[in-house]
């Protein structure tokens, strides 16, 4: 464990409220760390007079200064762009609906002006639109609530170079604070996700780690200009070559997954294999079926039905047939 780790969990460590795995890994960094003991007694010196202070007339009171902090609505003042969005929507909602219903006004009448006028140009915009969609293909949901995709053609891409979120490979050391290694096909090399927990699910920002089996050497990737602070969530060995990644944001109470990458060890680039193209949904899971020669992809994604991010349901996103035809 990181001392970064460490600070951002220590209120919750003082008030007990964290997991056996965590307390422990926090246990053996306060003995090894003499910057964060000491950090630990000032803080619990501190909760402890807190508490004393509040004792009046053998009235406790049950609210700690970590349960106060909790309490406080950290998304209102949150400095993610996304937050920060959503709150100014949210207070200036009256303009903004009647821009947006101008819009759609607009946006409704305009066909019919423009046919009115030149009859031929939505007429010819739309077979050529409908031919499109024949061509792309399209996601739609079954009668069991899954989401099937149609793959278009095996001659073309399935998966995108992302310039967005590449990785950067260095030499790595042991991890400490990871999830379990997954050996590849062959057992040569193995991967795990290491800085934010055995199960990944810690805040923080964490990094792939392969290790090469024959030679013990250990390599660290890195997402590089990670400004949006994303981080790899969980990872699965598709070959020998490449992994399936799920990528989201790194700080948060209400996320649970992200978009679905592939990164090819071979030429160290990262590809987008499914974007949700909406925050409210996220892959939560890669399960990776292999029979009869072909490869299946079955991916549980949580789907919020609220603004407010308190309401969600999981539907089972299936990808058949999966190959992997680079773009570039």
């Known amino acids: 464990m990181n001392c970064s780790t460490f600070m951002?969990?220590?209120?919750?460590?003082?008030e007990?409220?964290?997991?056996?795995?965590?307390?422990?890994?926090?246990?053996?960094?306060?003995?090894?760390?003499?910057?964060c003991r000491?950090?630990?007694e000032?803080?619990?010196?501190?909760?402890?007079?807190?508490?004393l202070t509040l004792d009046v007339e053998h009235i406790?009171?049950?609210?700690?200064?970590g349960e106060i902090m909790k309490s406080i609505?950290?998304?209102?003042?949150?400095?993610?762009l996304f937050k920060k969005m959503y709150y100014h929507f949210k207070k200036y909602s009256i303009p903004y609906t009647s821009c947006v219903a101008l819009i759609v006004f607009l946006l409704v009448i305009s066909p019919w002006a423009m046919k009115k006028f030149n009859p031929n140009v939505i007429s010819g915009?739309?077979?050529?639109?409908?031919?499109?969609?024949?061509?792309?293909?399209?996601?739609s949901l079954n009668k069991e609530n899954k989401m099937d995709t149609k793959l278009s053609s095996v001659e073309k891409p399935t998966v995108f170079l992302d310039e967005?979120?590449?990785?950067?490979?260095?030499?790595?050391?042991?991890?400490?604070?990871?999830?379990?290694?997954?050996?590849s096909p062959n057992g040569k090399l193995s991967v795990c996700i290491e800085g934010i927990g055995p199960y990944a699910q810690e805040e923080g920002i964490g990094s792939i780690v392969i290790k090469d089996n024959d030679k013990n050497e250990l390599w660290q990737y890195n997402i590089i200009n990670n400004k949006k602070q994303f981080t790899p969530k969980q990872v699965e060995w598709l070959d020998n070559e490449n992994i399936l990644i799920i990528i989201g944001f790194g700080h948060g109470t209400v996320t649970k997954g992200g978009n679905l990458y592939i990164l090819n060890l071979n030429s160290n680039k990262n590809y987008i294999v499914y974007d949700t193209k909406d925050l409210k949904k996220e892959i939560m899971k890669i399960e990776i079926i292999k029979k009869d020669g072909t490869t299946e992809l079955k991916l549980p994604m949580n789907i919020y039905e609220d603004d407010n991010y308190m309401k969600s349901h999981v539907e089972n996103l299936t990808i058949h047939d999966f190959k992997v035809i680079f773009d570039k």
């Open 16 to 35: 007990g409220s964290v997991s056996n795995d965590l307390k422990k890994a926090m246990e053996e960094h306060i003995e090894s760390c003499p910057n």
């Open 164 to 183: 967005n979120y590449q990785f950067q490979k260095e030499k790595g050391k042991v991890p400490s604070f990871n999830t379990s290694w997954r050996n």
């Open 8 to 14: 951002k969990k220590l209120d919750d460590f003082i």
């Open 73 to 80: 609505d950290k998304n209102r003042y949150s400095k993610n």
């Open 38 to 40: 000491e950090l630990y």
């Open 125 to 139: 915009s739309n077979k050529q639109s409908q031919k499109s969609l024949k061509k792309e293909g399209s996601y």
């Open 42 to 51: 000032e803080e619990k010196n501190i909760n402890e007079m807190l508490k």
């Open 60 to 65: 406790e009171f049950k609210s700690s200064r």
